[in-house]
């Protein structure tokens, strides 16, 4: 199942941008194995502003996906079952999962509405490149769950 993190605007050269590519070179290697990857971010710009102009923008990448959204009113999940979710998903034949990341303001409701499940990082506010990176290392640690590796500790 290959896996993508699908986020409006792009990131400049900065840390949280190296700890994005880390991760998801990570999750690439350590998923091939499992049946998981290659994970992939994909930074979409919208050509003018708000929510339903990104929406649109971001709908090409979704065709033939599992969406999940992630959204301050979504649900949080501990590691071990954010691994256990995308092993069913897989399991089920699922051929593409997409992490959906918004804007300054968020997703679209219509966009919101359509997806297969909302993620949340817990109720504090993220800037969206630690919300990327903050991703990007979750599906690391699923993997990494998965594979029986000893990164993640209970």
């Known amino acids: 199942m290959k896996i993508a993190i699908v986020a409006i605007g792009r990131l400049a050269r900065s840390p949280e941008t190296e700890l994005v590519k880390l991760y998801v070179e990570r999750a690439t290697n350590a998923g091939r194995a499992l049946g998981l990857g290659p994970v992939e971010v994909v930074e979409v710009e919208s050509r003018k502003p708000g929510k339903a102009a990104e929406a649109e923008a971001l709908r090409p990448h979704l065709s033939d996906a599992h969406v999940i959204a992630c959204d301050e009113h979504g649900t949080a999940r501990p590691s071990r079952r954010f691994a256990e979710e995308i092993a069913t998903l897989r399991d089920r034949g699922v051929r593409r999962l ?4 918004g804007g300054a303001d968020g997703l679209d409701a219509e966009l919101l509405a359509q997806a297969h499940g909302k993620l949340a990082f817990g109720p504090q ?4 490149a630690l919300a990327r990176a903050m991703l990007a290392e979750q599906v690391y640690r699923a993997v990494s769950i998965l594979a029986g590796s000893p990164y993640h500790r209970d």
């Not at 997409?98 to 990341?101: A, K, R």
């Open 125 to 128: 506010t993220w800037p969206h």
């Open 98 to 101: 997409v992490f959906l990341i």
